[in-house]
C-alpha cells in the first residue's frame, strides 16, 4: 500500500479529517499523517486494517439501505399508504446519509 492508496482509502470512507482516519486505524493523528504523506512506511497491518474498516463501512451501508427498503416494501404490501410514504422518505434519508458519508 502506498501513501496515494492510503490517501484514496480515506475518501473512500467518507473519512474527512485525518483524525477521524487515524482513529479509524488506532494510530496517531501524526503517524496516520506521516503514513499518509509517504514519510512512514504503511506496513502489512495498516493495509488490513484499512480493508478490514472499508469492508465494515461498505457492508453498514448495504444493511442500512436494505433495512429501509424493506420497511417501504412492508409497508407498500400492507396498502398503507401513509406509512408508505414515511417509509418511502426513510430510504431517501439513509440513502442521502450513504451518499453523504461517502462523499467525506
Known sequence: MTADDLRQWQHRCGLRTDALAAQALGIGVATYRRKRTGHAPIGRQTE?????????????SAALLGMAEAIEELARLTAAPVDADAAHKVVQVITKVIDLSSAR
Request: a neutral charge.
Open 48 to 60: 488490513l486494517l484499512c480493508a478490514h474498516h472499508e469492508a465494515s463501512h461498505s457492508r453498514l
